[in-house]
Each structure stands twice: as C-alpha cells, then as structure tokens.
C-alpha cells in the first residue's frame, strides 16, 4: 500500500503533445473507447453515425471527445483488419514465403 505524502497540483499539465492549447489532458475513459470499437467493429456503423449516436444517447462522461476520436478508432480497427487479410498475390507469396522459411529445419 502506497500513501501520496505532499499536495495534489491544482491543475492537470497540458497534454505532450499539445503546441496551442493549454487546456487541462483528460484522458478518455477506456470503456468509451471499447464502445466506439464494438459498434465499428460488430454493428459496422460509420464513424460520425457512431459519434452522433453516442452524443445525443449518454451521459457526459460516456461521450467520446470530439468527431476525429471516433474516426482515429474507426481506422485502427479496420487497419487491424486489412493487416489479418492478403491485400495482392504478391503478399500472399510473401507470406508463403516466409511460412515454409520459418518451418524449414537446418
């Protein structure tokens, strides 16, 4: 067990990455995240249906930040699934390739 001995900061530091804003980093809760994924992923929503839908139906701190939040889920999905699949015959012979590379015993 740990005990945080000293004062809490009055306000939470800019995000990183910021250059402009100075506004306080809070980050997204990680259950609004997995929402945005399942209704990408399973119900095959678009992207500003999703937001559109999440920001009329729940509560503030179930709404995810801002349009591009949704589309930056959208696409790491659908990155993930064009990675799983062969996009032309000369990626399937390279992961051919690689296959009987791997199994080969010297």
């Not at 930040?65 to 032309?88: F, I, L, P, Y």
């Amino acid at each position: 067990m740990y005990e945080y001995a000293g004062t809490a900061p009055a306000v939470l530091p800019p995000h990183d990455n910021s250059r402009t804003s100075q506004a306080e980093h809070i980050r997204t809760m990680p259950e609004v995240i997995d929402r945005i994924r399942s209704a990408v992923e399973t119900e095959r929503r678009k992207p500003r249906d999703v937001y559109t839908h999440m920001t009329t139906q729940d509560a503030s701190f179930y709404r995810p930040r801002d349009h591009k939040q949704v589309r930056n889920v959208a696409q790491t999905v659908n990155n993930e699934q064009v990675g799983s699949k062969c996009k032309n015959a000369a990626d399937e012979l390279q992961q051919l390739v690689g296959r009987v590379y791997m199994n080969i015993r010297f």
